[in-house]
């Protein structure tokens, strides 16, 4: 973090959980996996905990990450968050880690073939409006499990001329999810996953620009223009994931979304990130857990955590 050393953070957040004291979440995510484990251990009788989780444990962790781009939501009751995505989306929960006050540290759900993150809200970190555009099966019924969840139509389901049966839902929690259904060869047009962040940026041409020249960014496919040219949609690949993004428009406007990445390199992607006019949160750093990070805001406000394995 910014202002307090990762090593001090973890002490002072091991020291709360030990004490049974609420604890504000860490949105380093790094930090948040090694909690995770401090949190399943801290009943163990053990006098030399702390010294074995920082000395022994955190350099043995293993990458989580099975896709390079990874949404992290940060959100106002994460539980119930879960609660909708397992309802709406079929989400399965993979890990859910609560601080000593009971709300969510961080989680972890896999949708289909992706992963999506989270962790609760809190004053020094305020939610987050996410977009996504997720495939589902069948998008009538998606749709409806939303509205029945508590979320509010933007659009209905309807056939797209690019192929897709799509609508869009902001969900109780103020994210915008573009739910679709591919209309050949579907439920998922080749080459996506079934979860993609989508971004709704002021200036989508120089959000494509920054995103080639901070992570190697390629286009998937060739950015859809409206007559007064501007990007209603556009594509492109940052290793194995994809990245959506179309110009803000009506109730889809700019927001400030969070996107764990993983990459080859973490300095040369992080030189590049601040080339492109990125803002250093936190410069690359070898973690005791074994990977090295750095914590970068784009133009658009957005947060990237660049991570590469040790």
């Known amino acids: 973090m910014p202002e307090r050393n990762l090593i001090e953070q973890l002490d002072q957040s091991i020291d709360a959980l030990l004490a049974g004291r609420p604890q504000s979440a860490p949105f380093d995510p790094e930090l948040a996996s090694v909690l995770v484990i401090a949190a399943d251990l801290r009943d163990l009788p053990d006098p030399n905990f702390k010294s074995r989780l920082k000395g022994e444990l955190m350099p043995t962790l293993p990458v989580a990450a099975k896709q390079t781009a990874i949404p992290y939501f940060v959100v106002e009751g994460a539980s119930d968050f879960i609660d909708f995505l397992e309802s709406t989306f079929g989400a399965t929960e993979h890990a859910r880690y609560p601080r000593p006050d009971g709300t969510i540290m961080h989680a972890e759900l896999q949708i289909g073939d992706s992963i999506v993150e989270m962790g609760e809200a809190s004053p020094q970190f305020k939610s987050l409006e996410f977009g996504t555009h997720i495939y589902v099966d069948d998008i009538d019924a998606a749709y409806e499990r939303a509205l029945a969840a508590g979320a509010k139509s933007l659009l209905p389901p309807t056939d797209q001329f690019y192929g897709e049966r799509s609508a869009s839902i902001r969900d109780p929690f103020g994210n915008i999810w573009h739910i679709a259904t591919w ?128």
Request: glycine share 8%; proline share 9%.
């Open 183 to 310: 209309l050949t060869d579907g439920p998922v047009r080749p080459g996506f996953s079934r979860v993609t962040p989508f971004f709704h940026p002021k200036g989508v041409d120089r959000m494509l620009d920054f995103l080639k020249e901070a992570f190697g960014a390629t286009e998937f496919d060739t950015p859809y223009r409206t007559p007064d040219g501007l990007i209603a949609h556009a594509s492109v690949r940052i290793g194995n994931s994809l990245i959506e993004m179309g110009e803000h428009h009506g109730q889809c406007q700019p927001t400030k979304m969070q996107i764990h990445l993983y990459v080859d390199d973490c300095d040369a992607s992080y030189e590049r990130a601040v080339r492109a006019g990125a803002q250093t949160v936190e410069p690359p750093t070898d973690k005791p857990y074994g990977e090295r990070n750095a914590w970068v805001s784009d133009p658009f406000g957005n947060q990237w955590f660049i991570a590469t394995p040790l």
